[in-house]
């Protein structure tokens, strides 16, 4: 049975989270008075489901079930997580608390507020341990910071289970350690605030040169390093230390005008908004979220490969849905081709034709491939002890379309078998459908004297197992076909 979450408000932060969630397996119930309310929600739906799978190298869930309430009570019922976005008013969110803990009393309530404690939040609750602050950044479906503060009120075991829920929808749970207002995000983003709109007022800088500055230059390092590491690599080999006696005394200097505030004004307004306008107005909202979203998904991609900041939390939410998959492939020998892989298409798998591209056709046998080889005892401890399988000859079959979604299993025959080489035939399945087969020749292979030799006995023990299981099935439809050649 699917995990239910409640979201409360769906705006911009709320239709992001209502995304994250259903799009990780969970259903989720939204309540909104507002009549827009589905219509907005379905739009940002639409641009999660194309970023967020990008963002995966392992199928997705299942799709939750998306439902909107009527009532709080009723979006709540069921509820193990409600995510509150309502306006920042804090007698509209108490009033929203109340009303949630009336209707499911002992449910875990999130807030996305930008700058009340949690303690605030808490004021006048019959059960205020379970009110606690889960701060998001925008896109929430893509970006996985969640600020996780909490009161004294709250005990551990809330905390904990705060964050295991933003762990189990992909997100990076950074509990704060002190109630503080705006929290750690807003706090650094405030200063940066006032101090363009001080550069924008004084005709330092337009809004498109100041973005400019950050995009060209230090955001783009604070993306994969942040303040303080930055600045270490600034100290060059003596590292922060040196930094520090360098740039320190700049603290006295008059550089910012961060202790002050510009008047908030129309005049104000309508520098900021005339620029803003003349910088982005050709391109619609909707669109500039797009654009967005796909310069998030390549830079995250890239963190990803490097297993480096934001990519860590990505490759390791992977590591626990793979897990999931692998529990449903074959353990051992039996009489049929072995399940040995379960894929989807995703968003970088497919081509300008939206369909799979050539090249994830022989991933897909690869993936399959090497599950294999890991059943038998030849991944990558084997590798690394000097001994592999390598793949001689490979046909492929392109016998029906993958598109975008699919989910994909792959089975895998072995055809022959002997002590230096085997001959496999794996079937990619778009559920009873053989989308391509992909045969292939392989040769144990002694990496360091560069030349074919026979396997580990315990390898080849399994290998020869499996083999002999399968010996009784026929030889599959295409198998030692040749290309361009003529079905009989």
Known sequence: MARKAAI???????GGWAARFLLNG??????????????????????????????????????????????????????????????????LKHKVYAQLQQANPGVLIGSSTSGFK????????????NIIVAHPFNPVYLLPLSEVSG????????VEKTVQ??????????????????????????????????????GVATTEEIDEAIRMGFGLRWGQMGLFETYRIAGGEAGMRHFMAQFGPALKWPWTKLMDVPEFNEELVDLVASQSDAQSGQYGIRELERIRDQNLVGFLRALKERNWGAGKVLREHDERRAAAFHAGTDQGPKAAP????????????????GHMTESRYYFAGSETIDAFLRLIGAGMDYVGAGHSYYSAETHIRHLSEAKLG??????????SADEKRFRSFVRIMKG????ATIEQFYLHVDMKAGKSVPAAPEVYAKLRAITDAQAGLPLPEGAGRAIGQKKE
Request: a negative charge.
């Open 118 to 129: 949690a303690s605030d939040l808490q004021q006048g609750s019959p059960a205020p341990e």
């Open 406 to 415: 699919d989910r994909l299993t792959g089975t895998i025959q072995i055809l």
């Open 151 to 158: 009161s004294d009120r709250n005990p551990p075991e809330v």
């Open 432 to 435: 009873e459908e053989c989308v």
């Open 8 to 14: 409360i408000g769906g705006g911009v932060i709320g």
């Open 165 to 202: 829920i933003m762990k189990d929808i992909g997100m990076f749970p950074l509990v704060i350690r002190k109630e503080i207002d705006a929290f750690l995000g807003n706090r650094f983003l405030e200063a940066v605030w006032r101090e363009a709109l001080w550069m924008l007022k004084d």
């Open 338 to 353: 072995l399940v040995m892989a379960h894929m989807q298409v995703l968003p970088g798998w497919i081509d300008y034709n």
């Open 26 to 91: 969970w259903d989720v119930a939204v309540f909104d008075p507002d009549p827009e309310a589905e219509r907005k929600i379905s739009a940002v739906l639409s641009n999660a489901r194309l970023a967020l799978p990008a963002l995966s190298d392992v199928p997705m869930p299942p799709e939750g079930r998306l439902s909107f309430a009527g009532t709080l009570g009723e979006a709540v019922e069921g509820a193990e997580y409600v995510q509150e976005s309502v306006s920042e008013r804090i007698e």
